[in-house]
């Protein structure tokens, strides 16, 4: 089934370099954009923007589809293994910006000098 962006969890953001991302908020269709699972148990039809009016900045049209999507589970696959890999890193990052930040916040932050503006 092609992307629902008709969805409430669906979202389109064009960038100022023209990059656009088109992405499930829910992370729910790992062949974004280019597809939704068939039967997502989480689709909504969007309400918030009937009637409303878009201005002139429209995003590009979506790339095309590689052949590649739709040809087995190993998407998928792969990005719970990417995803898996960051969720672990996830706590060593934090600590190490806790200690660095507790490293500014000693001495060294209260001695130094004000800047004049």
Do not use: F
């Not at 039809?45 to 900045?57: L, Q």
């Not at 095309?64 to 739709?70: D, F, L, N, T």
């Not at 060593?92 to 001495?107: F, H, N, T």
């Amino acid at each position: 089934m092609p992307m629902r962006v008709e969805c409430k969890h669906y979202e389109s953001r064009t960038y100022g370099n023209g990059e656009t991302v088109r992405k499930c908020d829910l992370d729910l269709a790992p062949e974004a954009p280019w597809r939704c699972p068939d039967d997502c148990p989480k689709y909504e039809r969007r309400m918030a923007d009937v009637a409303w009016s878009y201005g002139s900045i429209v995003s590009p049209p979506t790339p095309k589809e590689p052949e590649s999507v739709g040809q087995g589970d190993d998407v998928a696959a792969l990005l719970d293994e990417a995803e898996a890999v960051l969720n672990a890193a996830g706590p060593d990052i934090v600590a190490e910006v806790a200690a660095e930040r507790e490293k500014r916040s000693g001495w060294g932050k209260k001695l130094r000098r004000k800047r004049k503006r």
